[in-house]
């Protein structure tokens, strides 16, 4: 079974940068395909970004591209997502998530395709 943990979030002034990383554990963790989730207070969980296993594909959320880049390295059995030009509305849990992915290239983008989340790292965005 994979197991994922999130890590880098932190209090960021507007315009900052972060970075987060996830590290996944389990041998099958390099045929996942991961994505980042975030959840603002009092809203729903929303897709960010989602990288396929392969690392071939990548796709993002209207509200974070030209800022975000999601990226993995599937020897150390990380993902990362660079966040830049971070907004005060960037400011929520981020949690990353797995499931197996069946082709090389294909990508996830809502929460019901995934089965496995990580707990999650706040992200805060001062204005």
């Known amino acids: 079974q994979v197991q994922l943990v999130e890590s880098g979030g932190g209090l960021v002034q507007t315009g900052g940068s972060l970075r987060l990383s996830c590290a996944a554990s389990?041998?099958?963790?390099?045929?996942?395909?991961m994505g980042w989730f975030r959840q603002a207070p009092g809203k729903e969980r929303e897709f960010v970004a989602a990288?396929?296993?392969?690392?071939?594909?990548?796709y993002y959320a209207d509200s974070v591209k030209g800022r975000f880049t999601i990226s993995r390295d599937n020897a150390k059995n990380t993902v990362s997502l660079q966040m830049n030009s971070l907004k005060p509305e960037d400011t929520a849990v981020y949690s990353c998530?797995?499931?197996?992915?069946?082709?090389?290239?294909?990508?996830?983008?809502?929460?019901?395709?995934?089965?496995?989340w990580g707990q999650g790292t706040q992200v805060t965005v001062s204005s």
């Open positions: 389990g041998r099958t963790a390099s045929t996942y395909v």
């Open positions: 998530a797995g499931r197996n992915g069946f082709f090389s290239g294909i990508v996830y983008t809502t929460v019901k395709d995934y089965d496995t």
């Open positions: 990288v396929s296993w392969g690392g071939s594909t990548t």
